[in-house]
């Protein structure tokens, strides 16, 4: 950046705090560049994306971001972000449960299919979405969450499959479950 080049703030570009950790930086570069990908957006944002980009291009290499943090302190007020940092981040430990269960449920219900109609297993998103009763896009951070782990996949036919290791992880969940009911059983018989 040279001296006649006007101050950019690639911090409020990507909304987060100058002091935020490499994982929040990149997931905030991946939200907003989806956001404002001119395919998503029918090309409207171009200009905005490729703002993110470049932003995300100074911010990810360590030694261009400390130049970058210098003329930071130069031409904005320190603290005066109002973007979350990583310590703002709050987790709901109840919602995190929630999701962990219906994981367990759409996988259990890809199981039940694939050992019932093994050569076509495939199911409609639709259908588990429904049985799960969520939203449009809790749903596709299960299937997100789901297929990223290698658990599910997407069929040719664009439906919803449990996969090798799907099968495994429920084998795997099954024992653990049978063997903690155990182990309460054991302990309930102890007590008596």
Partial sequence: MT???TFVDYYS???VNQNCDEEILEYAYR???KMYHPDHTGGKDATRFNEVINAY???RNSDQRAVYD???ARNIRVGSSNFLSCNDVKIDEEAALNDAD???KILMF????RRENA???GVVAYHIQDMLKCSDEHFEFHRWYLKEKGFITITEQGTLAITIQGVDHTISMSRAKKAEKLLIAQSTNFQD
């Fill in 3 to 5: 001296g006649d080049q």
């Fill in 13 to 15: 570009i990507l909304q």
């Fill in 31 to 33: 939200h907003l560049a």
């Fill in 57 to 59: 291009r100074i911010l």
């Fill in 70 to 72: 210098v003329l930071y």
């Fill in 102 to 104: 219906a994981h367990t």
């Fill in 110 to 113: 890809l199981y039940e299919r």
């Fill in 119 to 121: 050569q076509d297993a």
